[in-house]
């Protein structure tokens, strides 16, 4: 079992990368004081190198601050900033419709809208928790009306606006389920009332997933294998382990020991698949036949994946108590901090060659904005200050 | 300059690479025999490894083996071949409101429609150069309808399907010129007629793109570039070069000095721009203002940039004459034939990383199927037999 002090010390390495160098990167170069909202694509030294505001991160970045406000310090900053995006997408991220853009202009003009439900998700989760930081009920209201939208169209998916055609193959995505099982964890708050059969659904969407110890990206109706399609073949590892821990914290709000021991499973052999035994680092992508992904990228080692990877090997440990996984959680948390923080400029660089060498030198891009990085190093804090504080306990 | 002998050597090699390597491959793993068409996801060895039929692919190789029946030889088995996919496409490939679809099931069944004109653009390429193999006037006819349709989307925009928005940045992609010009010179043949006006459109179009050294993929109205997105650097080198070869043959065609002038600077300054001075290759994407692309793949080494680059060099240098150009050939030709091409198989790999090692290990993929490949080795083989036969033309 790790000492007390090796604990005390990486708690103190992760309170450092949060507090004095990823949140003052994003608190100093992406707020938009002319328009509101935030820049979010930044170069390493932060400076802005495309003024597009993409919602998916405006939103998460609302939801973290608004997350840091509620859980970690009535930081009046925090709420502040919090406000800046959330004031900038109730004016401008939704459509007529009610769906969600998922890009504006740095004025707020709408300049894409996607056929997916994820900028619902995503400004409905932000709503929700700034609505607690600011003790204002009735975006929580309006993050409900937004949950029915998205509810629909988890239910017909042809509603999402993708046309479907006679050869189109019926898949369901990991993604979907996952993301929405999330999102009913922030509006339903501790009270999960009429949520609870919903969640449920979404359990049982992504534990179809799960077959013969892998967990496919993309699968048919009724949770049938597609292995004649590459897309039915798809892997994506740090997608498997995220949606681990989300379980593993259902299987403890649900009082669910099966599930948590399904879950340990999931986030283990997910991690073991993904793990590159020659260079390190967890692949994007993979091909469950062995055949080579169709996504050039299949082979790069991406910042979100380890920061999953982290959090879920944590909390796994907190709860089994195995050296085994403890090992592997500073096993990716060491890969991650030499190859993805730094602490020249502060934030992490967010893609790597398969080698681990930095290909992408920006800070925030198009889909990496302040989520990934500050959650995980948040909850990786919090549970590194509860294993100090009781280094006996685990499993019940 | 180079001696005829080593003009004879290389010849025999892209003779051989061309009708004992690449076609084969093709010929053996490709046809599907039960529903028609072609498979074009085939892993290194010819093995199918998803049976979806990329219509963009479909046509081309249509287009493919047309073209080598009526340039090189009236092989029977390559008019069957051609006719194979034909009948696929045209049984198959058309929506009911005349638009192409981009993706079919093995059986002929529309998986999916994109929002951009290029399914439309191969098929009408594939049905011009078939018309002429199997002697089917009507064939060529539907192609200058199909036309009709795409210029009408050329001309506007929306009606290609995808919404622009208030915010949406009106953008002219290097592309849909490029591919609506190769397409009148398909479909025109020897007598440019009615479309003469067409073509002067789209060069003028291309030429846009082409500002102070640099061939910017997408550009504004008018011609404005827009530094500030990061969409509005993006240069693609491999596409420049392609287009810079499209040009050369109009500016020989339309006898415009001035055309084949700025042609070459195009292909020259895109190759400097693009060629990997520390591992070599070409890059697939840069960024004009120095920062990095957001397109992840942005330093893998594509086949098909390489294969553009041959031709436009060989092409250059029959015109110029000048050393600097045949060595940038033997440059770009070392590079491909040995990182790309695959003796054991056949074919090429699609896919390296930056260092040059083989990322993908397919032969077929979504997007690369028998077209780039066979088309340059052709091009290439038949400029190397000119220049044998006449080594001291060049410019007039």
Same sequence: chains 1, 2.
Avoid at 42 to 67: E, H, I, M
Avoid at 330 to 338: G, H, L, Q
Wanted: proline share 6%; hydrophobic share 40%; glycine share 8%.
């Amino acid at each position: 079992m790790p000492e007390p002090r090796e604990i005390q010390q990486l708690k103190a390495q992760f309170e450092h990368e949060l507090f004095e160098s990823v949140l003052p990167f994003w608190e100093r170069h992406s707020p938009d004081r002319e328009h509101g909202g935030y820049f979010n694509h930044l170069d390493y030294d932060g400076v802005v190198y495309d003024p597009t505001k993409n919602v998916w991160l405006q939103a998460r970045q609302v939801w973290l601050f608004s997350k840091l406000y509620n859980a970690v310090e009535q930081n009046p900053n925090w709420l502040e900033l919090a406000k800046l995006g959330m004031d900038f997408l109730r004016k401008y991220a939704a459509a007529p419709t009610g769906r969600v853009y998922f890009s504006l202009t740095a004025d707020g003009q709408p300049i894409y809208q996607q056929r997916k439900i994820f900028s619902e998700c995503f400004y409905a989760m932000a709503l929700a928790e700034y609505a607690r930081a600011a003790a204002n009920p009735k975006l929580l209201q309006e993050a409900c009306r937004l949950f029915d939208l998205i509810w629909d169209m988890v239910l017909h998916p042809s509603k999402v606006g993708r046309p479907i055609l006679e050869g189109t193959p019926r898949l369901q995505s990991l993604a979907a389920p996952m993301i929405v099982l999330n999102l009913i964890a922030e509006i339903a708050g501790d009270d999960l009332g009429q949520y609870r059969e919903q969640a449920a659904f979404c359990i049982a969407q992504i534990e179809q997933h799960f077959v013969e110890g892998k967990v496919y990206e993309l699968i048919g109706p009724k949770g049938r294998l597609v292995p004649e399609l590459a897309q039915g073949r798809l892997l994506n590892p740090g997608h498997a382990i995220e949606a681990g821990w989300f379980l593993l914290e259902w299987a403890a709000r649900l009082n669910d020991p099966a599930l948590q021991t399904r879950s340990f499973e999931i986030i283990r052999q997910s991690y073991t698949a993904g793990w590159d035994q020659e260079q390190g680092g967890l692949f994007y992508f993979l091909d469950a036949g062995g055949f080579s992904p169709t996504q050039l990228e299949w082979d790069m080692k991406l910042w979100w994946p380890h920061c999953e990877a982290m959090v879920a090997f944590l909390m796994l440990y907190s709860l089994a108590r195995e050296r085994s996984d403890w090992d592997t959680f500073i096993e990716v948390k060491e890969y991650a901090f030499s190859h993805f923080s730094d602490s020249e400029h502060g934030e992490w660089f967010g893609y790597l060659n398969r080698r681990g060498e930095v290909t992408q030198r920006f800070k925030g891009g198009p889909y990496k904005g302040c989520f990934h990085v500050p959650r995980a190093l948040w909850l990786c804090w919090r549970l590194l200050a509860d294993l100090s504080n009781s280094p006996e306990t685990g499993l019940p």
